[in-house]
């Protein structure tokens, strides 16, 4: 252990970071960000929700990887790995010490999640107790897990929402893998103190890396307003749905916390900062959010003018189960992991406008000349409505 500069606190010496879901959007920024941190980064991903192919049941390509390597010139060890597969995971994380892990691999669709249920538990739930368990094998207790503001249900007036609020009340299968796995974080670490759990609640994150190099591009039939703005505004989709446009805000439509993803990959390289210099930390949870709450008319005319498009719109009446408002109180993280979102609403749009035109068919062009199967596991954008509601990542995973 050595000193953290300016203060007396210990300060672990940390090289390794194991990143699970690492070719997915929010994964593949924040890999970026801990390259150049200066972190060494293991990932692992199954591509269930992004585009990749494994040509010889052995070697494969990501590209969204391949690309945070060419925008950093640094190396990233990446696997075709499902967390399901426990002995495959085992032997990927034994072959190097690892420092701490950053799991952000699960299935996030909540409406697919209604209509799969089992699915999203074995897949968010086994594949978390996997990952614990080989962590503990390896004697790694250092876990940061990518939560969500779902865990908090309706905050009705709590608004802007802290930590200190409640958790449970979700309406949905895929939060409530969410709300499970944080309880069961709980139950893990009170039961064994070695561990340092710290619990990650993202807002909305949008946007993509300035460059324009890498951003979101779902496998999987998607309903995430920005990528869906942006395919209306390209002329892919027809129109933007939006349910619910006489609830009490501003214009009449549901508020939200959208947050840069740049400044949500900071607030992990921020969180382990944090569990370095604190190896008794316990579990702590922290909402990472703008505090600006921010309905998705103000969003969708920010778009327009920052991308000089005009977007059709079909407003649709709210539907039930909807959430009005959801917006963050950042100040713990401020306080705590000395970290604030940065990022106004103009550059999210920017940049994943940027993302958008310099990649009309995301990173599909990467592999797609490769093998045709590869095609398999790259879905058609399915017509799929957006909401402000509880069923849309609108409503905030
Ligand atoms: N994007 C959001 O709006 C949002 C909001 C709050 C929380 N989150 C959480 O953040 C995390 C990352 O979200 P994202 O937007 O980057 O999603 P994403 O789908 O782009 O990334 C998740 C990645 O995990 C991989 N994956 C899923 N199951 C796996 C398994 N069993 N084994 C190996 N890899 C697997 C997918 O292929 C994908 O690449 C998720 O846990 C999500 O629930 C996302």
């Not at 390794?16 to 972190?39: D, M, P, R």
């Not at 640094?74 to 790995?81: A, E, M, R």
């Not at 008794?280 to 920052?306: D, I, M, P």
């Amino acid at each position: 252990m050595d000193r953290v500069e300016g203060t007396s606190e210990p300060h672990r010496e940390w090289k390794t970071i194991f990143v699970t879901g690492g070719a997915g959007y929010i994964g593949s920024h924040c890999i970026l960000t801990l390259l150049e941190a200066g972190y060494t980064v293991v990932t692992v991903d199954n591509f269930t929700n992004a585009v990749g192919i494994v040509k010889d049941g052995h070697s494969c390509v990501a590209p969204s990887i391949q690309r945070v390597e060419q925008i950093t010139g640094k190396k990233v060890i990446f696997h075709h790995c499902d967390l399901l597969d426990k002995k495959k995971l085992s032997e990927v994380f034994a072959e190097q010490k690892i420092d701490c892990v950053i799991h952000f691999a699960a299935m996030k669709a909540v409406g697919e999640s209604m209509q799969v249920p089992f699915l999203y538990y074995k897949n968010n739930i086994m594949g978390t107790i996997n990952l614990l368990e080989v962590m503990a094998e390896n004697n790694c207790h250092e876990f940061v897990f990518s939560s969500s503001c779902t865990v908090y249900g309706d905050p009705g007036d709590a608004l802007p929402i802290t930590e200190e609020h409640p958790t449970g009340g979700v309406t949905n299968v895929y939060g409530r893998t969410k709300f499970f796995i944080e309880e069961m974080l709980k139950d893990i670490y009170n039961a064994d103190k070695r561990w340092n759990i710290v619990l990650l609640r993202y807002f909305n994150p949008v946007g993509a890396h300035p460059s324009g190099i890498i951003g979101e591009d779902p496998t999987k039939p998607f309903a995430n307003l920005m990528p869906y703005m942006a395919q209306v505004a390209i002329g892919t989709k027809p129109s933007l749905t939006i349910f619910g446009t006489d609830y009490e805000t501003e214009d009449g439509t549901g508020v939200r916390d959208y947050i840069h993803i740049m400044d949500l990959a900071e607030g992990h390289v921020a969180a382990l900062s944090k569990l370095k210099r604190e190896p008794s930390l316990g579990l702590k949870a922290y909402n990472l959010g703008t505090g600006k709450g921010v309905t998705v008319l103000q969003l969708v005319h920010t778009f327009e003018r920052v991308t000089g498009t005009t977007l059709t719109l079909d407003l649709k009446d709210r539907r039930e189960g909807d959430i009005v408002a959801m917006y963050a109180d950042p100040s713990l993280a401020e306080k705590e992991l000395g970290w604030t979102a940065k990022r106004s609403i103009e550059e999210m749009c920017r940049d994943f406008w940027k993302w958008q035109t310099q990649n009309p068919t995301g990173y599909r062009g990467d592999v797609s000349h490769m093998i045709p199967a590869a095609k398999s596991n790259l879905s058609e954008s399915a017509t799929v409505s957006l909401t402000n509601g509880n069923h849309s990542a609108v409503n905030g995973h």
